[in-house]
């Protein structure tokens, strides 16, 4: 597994629960559960119908046998220990004795030996952190030149205790500098740490059966692919709960990543996405009540008592300390203020604008409609309410505003646009392309279904110059969107290789095929069931949409997207569908791609992007880091020194007054350099159109 896969589904349920983000203090000081971890009857039934609804209802209907034990065995190991720094090499080797009993077990025999190897995992943690709160008995000496390897997901398991204690001493003093570095003193950081580690143990005496079930469960399901998994009881209430929106919070999807939560994406609509300062990949580290309540350290905190804190009523503020996304550990921390919210659907909505591009005295007027998610308000449209609220709707909306406005061509912004309903899809294609088959689906007996614009009479809603801006993060409906526009030649794909999520989930209720146990519920299931494929044939899947133009982007694909998880379905192909393209538009592509070549050469917001990736890049190569407070200073100031140097350049080449620090900065100031580029080149087609020298863009547009 790679290490960004085992991020995404370490302990899964966390993904779940941060989707509520909002609500009551956790109770730090909970009392232990004395419950032994070991199975009952319920879970043993739970594996049972998992193995059968795999084998039958699977896309790939895997056989549940050795092969796959193997692997099973391996992704459950990941799951409790992803950076090998509690499990030793000969557990390992002990746990091999249930290489290929794993697929037995599931289907029909006790589950003891899954919590055996927990068992084992949470002997070795608690030697870790006791052996942590020792080493905080002594200020650690910040002069010595040493290193901190925090990255140790691909290094060999530790042969012994004494190894291990070397890299936790170090771990132990990197903690405690950071602390440092973030102006507290040494028993401010010991007293910090020591509550931190002591919290750690007792997280591990709250660890209950059901959890110790549901996270082997997952690395089960996510031996299968990425996208199925299974939810405890109580966790498949808390995604009821989420789904209905009857909740309040930042509108965040949130899971662990080692010791921090992580912030996984923004959910279009919430508080999060409005404000715009909390990123993905950001960790939290600190969370505090109102505008001036006590921060309270999180770090190492169970996911569920995090999202507890960050949960509360309505119009009330929640203050989190995070970690920027990509910064090293020891690297400054930010302070997010948030008011916590309902993630609303109005808020979700499509919204335009309009960007002015000078070109040889002339002002191209370029519209701009951002698309957040494809949504549909179907309690509306089941009420019979024939103004219910649709991603087709808006756009066609907006569409008719702009160019009232009179604008020469047209962006659609699908950065970030995590999909949604497949019926919006295919509707807002049908406003860019004449009738005809949008995408293609494949179920798990092979059967292939065509789903076509689902308003053929209707004319298209524009036929300008039109171009789709997307990054890695645009994924699904996003992805069958991009598709078909690419596909018919309406318009130019331009930015990052898309996530490529082509595959289709159904959910089931496994109370609905279990006889009720008292009042325990059995949770649920989440499996993948088919394939999207594109009017051409090619799947969505793994590879997403290609763009005609290719923008720099700081995301790393090598870090983000379907092809990095080794259970992902492979791509491949069926039959090509009926359908009518446009002209060909390679050689308006090669044309365009020259052009934006030539001009982003001088254009100083675009050397600003570039040089802030290779940045990022440098710092992502980093597996270790120094535990030398001078050197740790040095390094910081010199970081600070670049991002201001790299401002000052930009801003001085467009004759803008240099800063005399970050701090003076308005963030709302700094350029979109990815849609200022869409723009410019929307502009080019524009005027390619104008003068004649472009094969036509227009769809056919029927009387």
């Known amino acids: 597994m790679s290490k960004t896969e085992t991020r995404h589904h370490h302990w899964l349920a966390g993904i779940l629960f941060g989707m509520l983000a909002a609500g009551a203090v956790a109770n730090e000081h909970s009392v232990a559960v004395d419950k032994p971890l070991e199975p009952d009857s319920r879970h043993e039934n739970i594996g049972e119908l998992i193995a059968q609804f795999v084998q039958k209802s699977h896309y790939l209907h895997i056989s549940v046998n050795d092969d796959l034990s193997s692997r099973v065995l391996d992704r459950y190991i990941d799951s409790l220990d992803s950076n090998r720094m509690y499990l030793l090499a000969s557990d390992i080797a002990d746990f091999d004795q249930y290489r290929y009993r794993l697929d037995d077990i599931v289907k029909s025999r006790p589950l003891d030996p899954v919590y055996e190897m927990f068992k084992v995992y949470r002997t070795r943690a608690r030697e870790r952190l006791n052996f942590a709160l020792l080493q905080l008995e002594t200020e650690p000496d910040f002069t010595n030149d040493e290193h901190f390897q925090f990255d140790r997901s691909d290094e060999p398991w530790i042969e012994t205790t004494a190894e291990l204690d070397e890299i936790w001493r170090k771990r132990v003093k990197n903690d405690v500098l950071r602390l440092v570095l973030a102006e507290q003193t040494w028993e401010e950081a010991q007293e910090l740490l020591t509550k931190r580690y002591t919290r750690y143990l007792k997280r591990m005496d709250q660890v209950k059966s059901d959890d110790v079930f549901e996270t082997f469960m997952n690395a089960f399901a996510h031996t299968l692919d990425p996208h199925s998994s299974y939810l405890s009881p109580r966790n498949s209430e808390e995604y009821r709960i989420q789904m209905s929106l009857s909740y309040f919070g930042i509108g965040a999807s949130l899971q662990t990543d080692e010791d921090y939560v992580q912030i996984i994406s923004i959910i279009p609509g919430g508080p999060a996405a409005i404000d715009g300062k909390l990123k993905p990949n950001d960790r939290i580290t600190g969370v505090a009540q109102g505008d001036d309540g006590e921060m309270i350290d999180v770090v190492g905190w169970r996911l569920d008592d995090v999202v507890d804190l960050i949960r509360g009523p309505a119009n009330t503020v929640v203050r989190l300390q995070i970690i920027p996304a990509g910064a090293l550990p020891g690297s400054s921390e930010k302070v997010v203020a948030l008011t916590r919210d309902q993630v609303k659907l109005e808020e979700q909505a499509a919204q335009s604008d309009i960007i002015d591009v000078p070109r040889e005295g002339r002002e191209w007027r370029i519209g701009i409609i951002e698309v957040p998610s494809f949504y549909r308000d179907y309690r509306a449209l089941s009420n019979g309410d024939k103004n219910y609220t649709s991603t087709t709707k808006d756009v066609k909306r907006l569409i008719a505003e702009l160019e009232t406005q009179g604008i020469d061509g047209l962006v659609l912004d699908l950065r970030g646009n995590g999909g949604g309903h497949l019926t919006e899809a295919t509707a807002l294609s049908g406003l860019f392309i004449d009738n005809g088959p949008v995408v293609q689906l494949r179920n798990a007996n092979g059967r292939i279904s065509r789903l076509d614009d689902p308003d053929p009479v209707a004319r298209v809603a524009y036929n300008g110059p039109l171009a789709v801006l997307v990054d890695r993060f645009s994924a699904s409906a996003s992805e069958i969107f991009a598709a078909a526009i690419q596909d018919y030649a309406r318009g130019v794909i331009v930015g990052q290789q898309t996530f490529g999520k082509g595959t289709v989930q159904n959910l089931y209720s496994l109370d609905q095929y279990l006889p009720p146990e008292g009042d325990k519920g059995y949770g649920q299931l989440t499996m993948t069931i088919g394939k999207y494929y594109r009017v051409t044939g090619e799947s969505t899947q793994h590879r997403g949409v290609d763009p005609d133009i290719r923008l720099p982007s700081p995301i790393d694909v090598h870090e983000i997207g379907e092809s990095v998880r080794d259970s ?45 990736i290779q940045e990022f890049e440098e710092a992502r190569t980093r597996t270790d880091v120094s535990l030398n407070i001078d050197e740790r200073l040095e390094e910081r100031e010199l970081e600070a020194a670049r991002a201001l140097k790299r401002e000052n350049d930009r801003r001085i080449a467009l004759n803008l007054e240099p800063l005399s620090s970050l701090e003076d900065l308005d963030e709302d100031t700094r350029p979109d350099v990815l849609l200022d580029q869409t723009a410019a080149i929307v502009t080019d087609m524009a ?17």
């Not at 050689?587 to 050397?607: C, G, V, W, Y």
């Not at 390619?688 to 547009?701: D, F, K």
């Open 687 to 703: 005027a390619l159109r104008e003068t004649g020298t472009s094969p036509t863009q227009a769809a056919q547009v029927r009387p």
């Open 568 to 612: 992902a379905l492979p791509w491949d192909t069926i039959q090509t569908t009926r359908f009518r393209a446009g002209p060909p538009l390679e050689s308006t592509i090669q044309s365009l791609m020259a052009s934006h070549s030539e001009r982003s050469k001088d254009d100083p917001n675009f050397r600003y992007l570039m040089d802030g």
